[in-house]
């Protein structure tokens, strides 16, 4: 993932803040409906009911504990894992709070407090539409997610669990318990578990569009060549200075790698060699293939490496032929991620019989959060291929990596023994894949 300038990170805070006030409407909405809330602020309803019972006053109200309970979540996350937290973790976790003391006196100024019962599942429909809007802003804002959301995304990635699955279970742990403590699970939180995930899913293509004009970021896009070729020049300093965790990913790709004098590497999407600095630097008798669409990126690299056992390729790797049980290793690193699982499971075949029976492929990428975040960029990418009018059997530059386990099952559907996780920063992981 790409640094952001100064003045990118405040225009995405103030979107996410413009999205956290939309979805805390929401939220009001859903409490003040009485009809059972979305399952985090059942919890965080039991947990102030509680609370406000042995600290009666005003001292203590539903936004406080909102905010004190993600201050708690922030804390643990940060001895878990760090780089799960952004500026927009902590936007939300100040800010979450206030918002909904704010709507809940206003609303309350305005509402009757006997409303009919037509009039509360009124508020509850419009509550999970309105909460599915401003997530959905806070989401493409890109600034970083809510902590209460983040639970579980880290459980996800650090167990290798389905996040849909995951999510059901965090959900059904916040509600059990808020409710055991004396929040209101009702027909509400049924409605807000069934209606705000498909509300939300036609919400984000709308919302991803709407910011990307905003922040200028809808371009045309560029056949993939064509894109890498053109931005040779000061390709290694973008590399190392605006993607995230670059100067740890690259070191530890390479010592992955074999060591053993005379291994030979076959390196998919080589570029400029980043990754080859540091494996030469470990193994400079290595035999190396690198294969890359770019004549640009693979002139630098024989410019810079130019006294080592290497053979470049210009094409793409999924034309170009590997041969049999060639290669000791293959390594990609930051290449793989504009493609789909049906594209990569052929390549995958093809690169398995390319490595010899004690072979293995180490893959450095960035993935997808979620299957939505996977099917949502899967999607805007079509919208414009539609809309430049692209021919098909084309690759243009557009980002859509996959889920980590979808990257897994294309590779085992490819005939590897075993994929494992060795070390992930934030969206970035490399995996193992054995033959």
């Not at 939309?22 to 059972?36: E, Q």
């Not at 060591?259 to 030979?264: D, M, N």
């Not at 080592?308 to 590997?322: A, M, N, Q, R």
Request: a negative charge; charged letters at 20%; aromatic letters at 10%.
């Amino acid at each position: 993932m790409e640094k952001r300038g100064i003045k990118e990170w405040i225009l995405r805070s103030l979107i996410l803040v413009i999205g956290l006030i939309i979805a805390h409407f929401g939220v009001t909405l859903f409490l003040l409906s009485n009809l059972g809330a979305d399952p985090f602020n059942v919890f965080v309803q039991g947990l102030f009911r509680i609370l406000s019972s042995v600290m009666p006053g005003s001292l203590i109200t539903h936004g406080r504990t909102h905010m004190a309970v993600c201050l708690i979540i922030i804390f643990i996350l940060l001895f878990v894992d760090r780089s799960y937290t952004k500026i927009g973790t902590v936007i939300c976790m100040v800010c979450g709070g206030p918002i909904i003391d704010f709507f809940t006196w206003l609303l309350g100024l305005l509402l009757s407090s006997e409303l009919a019962l037509w009039s509360r599942i009124l508020m509850l429909v419009l509550g999970c539409v309105i909460l599915a809007y401003g997530m959905t802003i806070v989401i493409k804002s890109d600034a970083g997610t809510g902590p209460n959301d983040l639970v579980a995304v880290v459980i996800s990635d650090k167990t290798k669990k389905k996040f849909g699955i995951i999510r059901l279970v965090v959900d059904g742990v916040f509600a059990t318990i808020g409710f055991a403590l004396g929040g209101v699970l009702g027909a509400g939180t049924i409605v807000c578990i069934a209606l705000v995930g498909p509300v939300a899913g036609v919400f984000l293509p709308i919302n991803e569009r709407m910011i990307n004009k905003i922040l200028k970021k809808e371009k045309k896009l560029e056949k993939m060549g064509d894109f890498f070729d053109s931005r040779t020049q000061g390709y290694e300093e973008h590399q190392l200075n605006t993607i995230d965790f670059a100067k740890e990913f690259y070191p530890f790709t390479a010592g992955c790698l074999p060591k053993e004098s005379g291994t030979r590497i076959l390196d998919l999407g080589c570029g400029t060699g980043l990754e080859l600095d540091e494996f030469y630097a470990l193994n400079p008798n290595a035999k190396v293939t690198g294969i890359d669409l770019a004549a640009g990126m693979l002139q630098e690299l024989k410019r810079k490496i130019n006294d080592k056992d290497i053979t470049l390729i210009l094409g793409s790797y999924f034309e170009v032929p590997f041969g049999e049980a060639q290669f000791d290793a293959a390594v990609s690193v930051e290449s793989l991620h504009h493609f789909t699982k049906e594209e990569k499971i052929p390549l995958y075949v093809k690169l398995k019989a390319a490595l010899k029976s004690d072979g293995y492929f180490i893959l450095t990428d960035y993935f997808a959060m979620s299957d939505e975040e996977e099917s949502t960029r899967r999607q805007e990418l079509l919208r414009l291929r539609k809309e430049q009018n692209l021919a098909d059997g084309e690759f243009y530059h557009y980002d859509t990596p996959l889920t980590v386990e979808h990257e897994k099952e294309a590779l085992l559907a490819a005939g590897f023994s075993t994929v494992e996780v060795l070390k992930n920063w934030g969206h970035t992981y490399t995996l193992k894949a054995t033959v």
